[in-house]
């Protein structure tokens, strides 16, 4: 419960709104009191510039301080500070409260002196006494209330919040738990989980590339499985042959003549053929092909693999050529790599090409790399085929492999070998009008 995510967020959620309202109602108190004091001592201004009008009025009115007394009582009434008023010796002569008529002043009353002035003379002193901090009127007892009212309203926030905190929490950690069962499940090995949340949040994006993922998981263990069939196929069928002839041979049926040993040695080079695209594409996934890159005439180099597949294309009678520029700029390969993605691309060519056919080998500067393409026009690849081509152990035709003593991997291998050199290859194809394969690689500096 306390390492939980709805846990953590009910208390930081509670730690901000402690934090925002303490904050909101220590200011607030502040300003408060700061407004309290300034309308306080606006208000002592106030009733001491009446005090003095009123007993400078009184004064003028009649000439001398006689009857001064009753008027200090009432206003002591009104406003509720004592007042004592002495005259020029400092002899008492009225005090609202009465108790020090006809003493010398001697009490030392808190708050502001007023002097009162004749015409030359200065006739007598008024001392009002300071609030007390019990007064009504004091910032501290009006504060309180105030701070009542804030702490109430903070506890009411804190409560609603914490409501709203727990029902969003709820909402948020619900597609979180759906996200944890699926992974726990695809962990298992269940690749069909989906989540399929609809939300624009970050949670719907981590939805989304949770469904990816599971997606492209259910994908490749598909593959995988199509793999390990496809060999137990590619293997069976030459290992049956292997062990055919040679159980004839010992049994005396056929001669180990040459055209015997020629069969076995066509059905021996295909397992090694399959033996070694699997090792090459594990290599080539694992990132420990061994590449010696210098730069090389890559016009030279496409010449020759057209030489090379020139026997079999006319076995098949198809015309197979290259149509280069004059020159191209050396280019920095591994040769024998590159050679080897060229004779995959035309080997797959003549594969899904037929009589009278044509495949050509074109080559083009762009920028800082060198284009190569390999267009034929066969068959063509179905639109549901292409975009997996490159996929590894994916065929869409499996009954071409025997024909072509292929194992569906030359491809695959054709896209992590352009990859190493830093380049890109693609396809592009219409089923019936034929396909277009081309790789870039590094120009060099």
């Known amino acids: 419960m306390i390492h939980s995510l709805r846990f953590r967020l009910l208390v930081a959620f509670t730690l901000a709104i402690l934090i925002a309202l303490g904050t909101t109602s220590f200011f607030v108190g502040l300003a408060t009191r700061g407004e309290i004091e300034r309308f306080q001592a606006r208000g002592r201004q106030i009733h001491t510039a ?10 003028r009115e009649h000439m001398e301080w006689t009857g001064i007394q009753p008027v200090i009582e009432q206003m002591e009434s009104l406003r509720g500070q004592r007042i004592v008023l002495t005259n020029a010796e400092g002899t008492v002569i009225a005090d609202s409260q009465g108790k020090l008529l006809g003493d010398r002043y001697q009490t030392n009353l808190s ?52 409501l709203i905190t727990f029902f969003l929490s709820r909402r948020i950690l619900s597609p979180v738990r759906a996200l ?29 590339a949770f469904d990816v993922m599971a997606e492209n998981l259910e994908r490749d263990e598909q593959l995988q499985r199509n793999m390990v069939a496809d060999i137990a196929h590619e293997l069976r069928t030459p290992l049956s042959n292997l062990k055919g002839y040679l159980e004839a041979i010992g049994e ?20 090694s053929r399959l033996v070694n695209d699997l090792q090459e594409l594990s290599l080539a996934e694992a990132g420990e092909l ?92 179905p639109a549901e085929d292409l975009p997996n081509i490159f996929e590894r152990f994916y065929r869409g035709d499996k009954s071409r ?42 120009v060099a500096e």
């Open 50 to 59: 009446r005090v003095e009008r009123v007993l400078s009025s009184h004064y």
């Open 111 to 162: 708050g502001r002196s007023l002097v009162v002035a004749g015409n030359e003379d200065v006739l007598g002193t008024v001392y009002i006494e300071s609030r007390s901090a019990g007064d009504l009127t004091s910032p501290q007892r009006l504060l309180r209330p105030i701070s009542y009212l804030l702490l109430w309203g903070s506890l009411v926030a804190i409560v609603i919040a914490l």
């Open 180 to 208: 944890t069962a699926a992974a726990r499940l695809l962990g298992q090995g269940d690749f069909s989980q989906r989540v399929m949340i609809k939300d624009k949040s970050e949670v719907g994006e981590l939805a989304q």
């Open 252 to 271: 005396r049926v056929i001669e180990p003549d040459e055209k015997t040993i020629r069969s076995l040695d066509e059905e021996a080079s295909l397992l």
């Open 290 to 381: 061994k590449m010696h890159s210098q730069p090389e005439d890559i016009s030279r180099l496409i010449n020759q693999t057209v030489a090379a597949m020139q026997p079999q294309a006319s076995a098949k009678g198809l015309a197979v050529s290259a149509d280069l520029p004059d020159k191209l700029p050396p280019v920095d390969i591994d040769s024998q790599r590159i050679g080897q993605v060229l004779l995959n691309l035309l080997e797959n060519a003549l594969a899904h090409t037929g009589k009278s056919d044509a495949i050509t080998v074109t080559a083009e500067k762009r920028g800082k790399w060198v284009e190569v393409t390999v267009n034929d026009t066969g068959d063509g690849i």
């Open 401 to 442: 492999t025997m024909a072509t003593g292929s194992s569906g991997l030359g491809l695959t291998i054709s896209r992590r070998l352009v990859e190493a050199h830093g380049g890109k290859i693609n396809a592009q194809s219409e089923s019936g009008k034929g396909s277009r394969f081309h790789f870039t690689i590094p």
